[in-house]
């Protein structure tokens, strides 16, 4: 098979939603489907459950695991699927939207019951920056849920994306019987009491059949008249639109009971998109291009604290990574060689000979690589696209034991290069600030510094709003501002300029006065 091929055949996704809509299980669905599990809880293992907060070594444990499990590659009807883990804990959500930066495509689960909640919106946002491609699984229709219209108005509403249902659950809850393939127009009927046996599906090419009554009995009529309806208010289904992110198609099921999954993969293989053109602040790369190139998108600490090699993982952007070659690290401008990357399949982690675009290796680190971090074969290109947001919570990070400050500024500086939460630096006297999206972030700094560098912290709170990247416009105007709020600038770990917003009012009150500068909330504007 050739380059060409090779691409074409690849889906890359993540599978995103709010904690508990059933992320877990639908990707477990998937690989019980693609032969790559044999049983089921295999990937429920690598979840951070909500009660661990506290419980450290479970965090070690799970981050162990989720090595193996961050990316699971399987092939699936001569498609090769790379499914990209992200955290289920919100705590995380940084990690997550690191994520969807390599994935071509996302599939969003949202509860039937519960609809569209807050950590899809934001997962959303990520999603709308970057025009990634968008399919929507409306999960647990098992379950009483709420009316399949007006879950869809409010996922056009609150995702802001226009919809198109692509398949139509027959009843719900109890007197759920089936889901009708509006793609592929089958009937997917369910029997036996667990309803856990799907039937073959029935073709229905024409949805006025009388068969269709005797299958569904009462439900024909309530099915025909919402397809109608289905067909009068939504627009046609235009894979052109769904690619420009423009629309997301929905599909209706129940993970648990293996509704509407099969049917939601074998349309994701049809229409998802192979990999995509990626951009570089220099110029836009083709995955085509016959010369590889890659960034690295997460770095994952060994468990070992004695030894603190680390694995990042690269997603491949163009052309073919091959082992043993030599690559140029573009920030540091040196040749690397690597002699054994690894892929993953699933739940096991094997070297690799040479690896295709959409692919993502792990490459043993010793300390070389940052996040955002292009490997190439020679030419000095930088991927975009891995923006830091602002954190949501603040503390000062000081050293707790004066014997070890060397160790903690270590530990510290690798931690942030992981992505871990991010550092800030106040202009005004050189204190440090930890910028995190949740408390469990602290904590895991707190634990890894202490057992993987031997270096004990303090926080101290800080009472802190957002952090912003400034651009400025008129020099005169940012130095006045600088000199001002000398109190809130700080230098976030590449040395570019944070305002450090107490509240949302200084913040206004800042944007209103300084008309010569522009607040960012992300670090890629
Ligand atoms: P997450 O990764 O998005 O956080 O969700 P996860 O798959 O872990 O699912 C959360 C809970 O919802 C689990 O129950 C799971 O069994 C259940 N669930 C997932 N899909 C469906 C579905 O289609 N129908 C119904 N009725 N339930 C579903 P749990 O009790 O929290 O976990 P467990 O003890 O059952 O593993």
Same mark, same amino acid.
């Given at each position: 098979?050739?380059?060409?091929?090779?691409?074409?055949?690849?889906?890359?996704?993540?599978?995103?939603?709010?904690?508990?809509?059933?992320?877990?299980?639908?990707?477990?669905?998937?690989?019980?489907?693609?032969?790559?599990?044999?049983?089921?809880?295999?990937? !429920?293992?690598?979840?951070?459950? =909500?009660?661990?907060?506290?419980?450290?070594? /479970? #965090? &070690?444990? $799970?981050?162990? @695991?989720? *090595?193996?499990?961050?990316?699971?590659?399987?092939?699936?009807?001569?498609?090769?699927?790379?499914?990209?883990?992200?955290?289920?804990?919100?705590?995380?959500?940084?990690?997550?939207?690191?994520?969807?930066?390599?994935?071509?495509?996302?599939?969003?689960?949202?509860?039937?019951?519960?609809?569209?909640?807050?950590?899809?919106?934001?997962?959303?946002?990520?999603?709308?920056?970057?025009?990634?491609?968008?399919?929507?699984?409306?999960? !647990?229709?098992?379950?009483?849920? =709420?009316?399949?219209?007006?879950?869809?108005? /409010? #996922? &056009?509403? $609150?995702?802001? @994306?226009? *919809?198109?249902?692509?398949?139509?659950?027959?009843?719900?809850?109890?007197?759920?019987?089936?889901?009708?393939?509006?793609?592929?127009?089958?009937?997917?009927?369910?029997?036996?009491?667990?309803?856990?046996?799907?039937?073959?599906?029935?073709?229905?090419?024409?949805?006025?059949?009388?068969?269709?009554?005797?299958?569904?009995?009462?439900?024909?009529?309530?099915?025909?008249?919402?397809?109608?309806?289905?067909?009068?208010?939504?627009?046609?289904?235009?894979?052109?639109?769904?690619?420009?992110?423009?629309i997301a198609p929905v599909f209706f099921g129940s993970a648990l009971y293996n509704f509407g999954v099969k049917e939601l993969l074998e349309s994701f293989i049809q229409v998802a998109p192979s990999p995509r053109p990626s951009l570089t602040v220099e110029r836009t790369v083709d995955p085509y291009e016959e010369k590889f190139s890659g960034f690295v998108f997460k770095i994952h600490a060994n468990m070992d604290p004695n030894h603190r090699d680390r694995i990042a993982f690269v997603k491949i952007c163009s052309g073919v990574f091959k082992r043993n070659t030599n690559y140029t690290h573009v920030r540091l401008n040196r040749k690397l060689k690597f002699s054994n990357p690894t892929a993953f399949m699933a739940e096991k982690k094997s070297v690799i000979e040479e690896s295709f675009p959409g692919d993502i290796i792990g490459l043993h680190d010793t300390g070389n690589f940052k996040i955002g971090d292009t490997l190439t074969e020679g030419e000095l290109i930088n991927y975009k696209g891995l923006p830091n947001f602002s954190p949501e919570m603040f503390r000062y990070i000081e050293n707790a034991d004066p014997m070890k400050s060397k160790q903690l500024a270590k530990g510290v500086d690798q931690l942030m290069d992981e992505g871990v939460a991010q550092l800030f630096t106040l202009d005004m006297n050189g204190r440090k600030v930890i910028g995190c999206v949740g408390q469990l972030q602290f904590e895991v700094i707190e634990y890894r510094l202490l057992h993987e560098y031997g270096a004990k912290c303090r926080y101290e709170p800080i009472s802190m709003h957002k952090a912003c990247w400034v651009r400025s416009n008129d020099a005169k105007e940012w130095e006045d501002f600088k000199r001002r709020k000398f109190k809130s600038i700080a230098k976030d770990k590449h040395g570019r300029y944070v305002y450090l917003s107490e509240s949302p009012y200084d913040l206004q009150m800042a944007q209103s006065k300084f008309k010569g500068l522009e607040f960012f909330f992300t670090s890629e504007f």
């Open positions: 098979m050739g380059l060409k091929e090779e691409i074409q055949r690849r889906r890359t996704f993540a599978i995103v939603s709010h904690p508990d809509a059933g992320k877990t299980t639908l990707t477990e669905k998937l690989l019980l489907f693609g032969g790559a599990i044999h049983v089921a809880g295999a990937v !429920k293992s690598n979840k951070i459950k =909500k009660t661990a907060t506290s419980d450290f070594m /479970e #965090i &070690e444990r $799970q981050r162990g @695991i989720s *090595v193996a499990t961050s990316v699971m590659g399987f092939e699936y009807s001569g498609v090769k699927i790379n499914i990209l883990d992200t955290p289920g804990h919100q705590d995380f959500a940084e990690d997550t939207f690191r994520t969807l930066t390599a994935v071509d495509s996302v599939i969003v689960v949202v509860d039937a019951a519960k609809g569209v909640e807050a950590q899809t919106e934001k997962l959303m946002q990520v999603c709308r920056m970057r025009k990634t491609p968008v399919i929507v699984f409306v999960n !647990k229709i098992d379950r009483e849920g =709420k009316d399949p219209f007006d879950l869809l108005d /409010e #996922i &056009e509403e $609150q995702l802001k @994306i226009k *919809v198109r249902p692509l398949s139509w659950p027959v009843g719900m809850g109890k007197r759920l019987s089936s889901v009708y393939n509006i793609f592929d127009k089958k009937l997917y009927y369910f029997s036996g009491d667990d309803k856990t046996t799907a039937e073959k599906p029935l073709e229905f090419n024409d949805i006025n059949s009388t068969e269709l009554d005797k299958v569904i009995k009462e439900q024909a009529p309530k099915l025909r008249e919402d397809l109608e309806l289905v067909e009068g208010v939504y627009p046609e289904f235009n894979r052109q639109e769904y690619l420009n992110a423009e």
